[in-house]
Structure formats: C-alpha cells, structure tokens
C-alpha cells in the first residue's frame, strides 16, 4: 500500500541550529512529493514540491529537501532554524496522476533559546 | 486566489445523528479529497473524488459516505455519528500543479 513515514515524532532543536526532518515514502513508482508546514491553530501551508528533474529543491522560508531515489527519502532542511520554525510538518505524496495524496503521520519541531 | 470553503467551522452533534459536512471550490478543479486530523495521527484520507460523481475510498473509509454531484462540491456524510468520529475534517483540492488548497476545516464534537 502506498504510504508516508515520518519516524520522528517530536524534534528539538536550538535556535541557529540546523535542521533536517526525515521522509520515507512506498511507493511503486516515484511520486510527487510534498512538505507542509502547520503552525499551531492554523491551516497548512506549502514550503515546497518535488515533481521531477533536480533533486534538491528550495522552497519558501528558507527550507529546502532532497530527494533520493535510492533511499526512497525526501528528507527537509534548513541550515538555521529560527524560533518562529516551531510548529508541525508534514510530509505527504500523491501518485502522478494527481489523485491521492497522502500524508504521513507529522513531526513537531520544537526551537529551544 | 484558490478559495476551498467549508460550510461549518464548529458543529456538536449527538450519537446517531446523520452529519454533513460541505465544501465547495471555486477554481474548476478536478479532484477534491477529505481528510481528518487528529493528534499524533497527521491527515488521514477519508475519501476522494476526481470527477463529478466519482468517488475512491482513502484510507479510513469506515462510517462516512461522499456525494459528488457537482464539479465545485464535495459533501462528507456520516450516517450515524459516533464519538470516534469526533475530529478536524479538512477538504482539499489540487490544482494542476499538485499544490494542495485547503479549507479552514470543520471540528466536529460527537457527544
């Protein structure tokens, strides 16, 4: 079945710190790929996509993710986090056909002074 | 802008009773899902739809029902409501670059 994996549950991090949120999906062929930022109380934003071609993508924030096939991963980065980081993500894949989107289970990020 | 509009953002319900929850798009697109959210638990994809009066089970299916008769909505049923079913329910559609547009949501008490 297809499915997302986020292994971490909660991270902490230090203000200026760098960052790196792990993804795992299964698939039968390569999705489309997703992070979703979720601040307390507020709806879901897009940081950033994988479809196709380059690897490492950059998004908005200054977040960015890789993609690797081997790995089946598509693990977010951010070279310092900032304390207003804190809140959950998310990430998520949809089959090429632009149907089903899945999401994974969410890692909250937590910024300590 | 993409605007996906859920018709309630709060409703409190009895067990049994017949809910609905609406959602309508306003960008012509194809496919529009439904989710629920829950603590620990992320998005989890209660049904999706990709056409008018096409439906396709997600992942927890159980206890709701969808109707798609037109492109711009998508309504979420549960027949008889029960407090496991107590949650957030998010609608979302894609655009056509995959870009997932979603409601303010609908937090939904079963008592």
């Known amino acids: 079945a297809q499915s997302v994996t986020q292994p971490d549950i909660h991270i902490t991090v230090s203000e200026g710190a760098s960052l790196e949120l792990r993804c795992n999906y299964s698939?039968?062929?390569?999705?489309?790929l997703f992070w979703y930022v979720q601040s307390p109380g507020q709806g879901l934003q897009l940081l950033l996509k994988y479809f196709s071609g380059d690897t490492l993508v950059q998004g908005i924030k200054g977040f960015e993710a890789e993609f690797k096939r081997s790995q089946s991963s598509f693990n977010l980065r951010k070279p310092s986090v900032h304390w207003s980081d804190a809140a959950e993500y998310f990430c998520a894949a949809m089959n090429t056909g632009f149907q089903k989107l899945v999401f994974g289970t969410g890692t909250r990020l937590l910024v300590s002074p | 802008d993409v605007k996906v509009t859920q018709s309630s953002r709060y409703l409190v319900k009895r067990t049994g009773e017949k809910v609905f929850l609406e959602c309508v798009q306003d960008?012509?697109?194809?496919?529009m899902f439904w989710y629920r959210q829950d603590p620990g638990l992320g998005l989890r994809l209660i049904y999706f739809?990709?056409?008018?009066?096409?439906?396709e089970k997600g992942d927890i299916p159980e206890g709701y029902s969808v109707s798609r008769e037109k492109k711009e909505r998508f309504s979420l049923i549960l027949e008889s409501a029960s407090t496991n079913q107590t949650s957030m329910y998010l609608c979302a559609s894609p655009d056509r670059t995959g870009e997932l547009f979603f409601g303010e949501g609908s937090r939904l008490t079963v008592l």
């Open positions: 739809s990709y056409d008018v009066k096409m439906k």
């Open positions: 698939y039968g062929a390569t999705p489309y």
């Open positions: 960008m012509d697109h194809e496919n």
